[in-house]
């Protein structure tokens, strides 16, 4: 998700007081209004993959799904899985810098590049006078297959959508009534 907003995303634990436990939170710091959109965005597709994941756990229990795991160990390979496939799709949606090869969009696509790697520069240097601890190292695990594919098939089928702002002049309009 940060990558493809350009933010960093920073994870934090806080005591909450209702469910009297720790929760995690994401949090992303970026050029504004990037970290809000991330932050949206992030919000948006955890409720979709949760209620995916709820789903494909519930399958697993009852039989409908196979697999060789415990059904919250299959619910996490799906859900990695589906994570993957959403992003793919994200970064479809997200412009980048344009084609090269394409005579109209000469140097166009390189002052993009240029104005994100100033962001990252300033998202670097607000970042260094916080304390903020390293990522932990990710262990290596075997996953299951079918959670897999079920995943795969699953974040591809998420309805995403540009926003209407395109940076254009004129926002598009619907026709008037006649």
Same mark, same amino acid.
């Given at each position: 998700?940060?990558?493809?907003? *350009?933010?960093?995303?920073?994870?934090?634990? $806080?005591?909450?007081?209702?469910?009297?436990?720790?929760?995690?939170? @994401?949090?992303?710091?970026?050029?504004? #209004?990037?970290? $809000?959109?991330?932050?949206?965005?992030?919000?948006?597709?955890?409720?979709?993959?949760?209620?995916?994941? *709820?789903?494909?756990?519930?399958?697993?229990?009852?039989?409908?799904?196979?697999?060789?795991?415990?059904?919250?160990? @299959?619910?996490?390979?799906?859900?990695?899985?589906?994570?993957?496939?959403?992003?793919?799709?994200?970064?479809?949606?997200?412009?980048?810098?344009?084609? #090269?090869?394409?005579? %109209? $969009?000469?140097?166009? !696509?390189?002052?993009?590049?240029?104005?994100?790697?100033? $962001?990252?520069?300033? /998202? %670097?240097?607000?970042?260094?006078?916080?304390?903020? !601890?390293?990522?932990?190292?990710?262990?290596?695990? %075997?996953?299951?297959? *079918?959670?897999? /594919?079920?995943?795969?098939?699953?974040?591809?089928?998420?309805?995403?959508?540009? !926003?209407?702002? *395109?940076?254009? %002049?004129?926002?598009?309009?619907?026709? #008037?009534?006649?």
């Amino acid at each position: 998700m940060a990558k493809v907003f *350009n933010v960093k995303a920073l994870r934090y634990t $806080h005591w909450c007081e209702t469910k009297k436990n720790r929760v995690e939170r @994401a949090k992303f710091v970026g050029v504004s #209004p990037a970290q $809000h959109i991330a932050l949206y965005a992030y919000e948006t597709l955890l409720a979709k993959l949760t209620q995916a994941r *709820n789903a494909y756990v519930a399958g697993v229990r009852t039989g409908k799904f196979r697999s060789s795991y415990s059904a919250p160990t @299959a619910g996490d390979h799906f859900a990695i899985a589906w994570v993957f496939a959403v992003e793919s799709k994200l970064q479809e949606l997200v412009p980048r810098g344009e084609d #090269p090869t394409m005579p %109209e $969009h000469e140097g166009a !696509g390189q002052g993009l590049v240029a104005v994100e790697a100033q $962001h990252q520069a300033l /998202i %670097e240097s607000y970042l260094a006078d916080m304390q903020i !601890g390293k990522a932990r190292k990710v262990r290596d695990a %075997e996953l299951d297959l *079918n959670a897999q /594919i079920a995943g795969m098939l699953a974040g591809t089928k998420v309805d995403l959508h540009a !926003g209407l702002a *395109n940076g254009a %002049e004129h926002a598009p309009a619907l026709p #008037p009534r006649t």
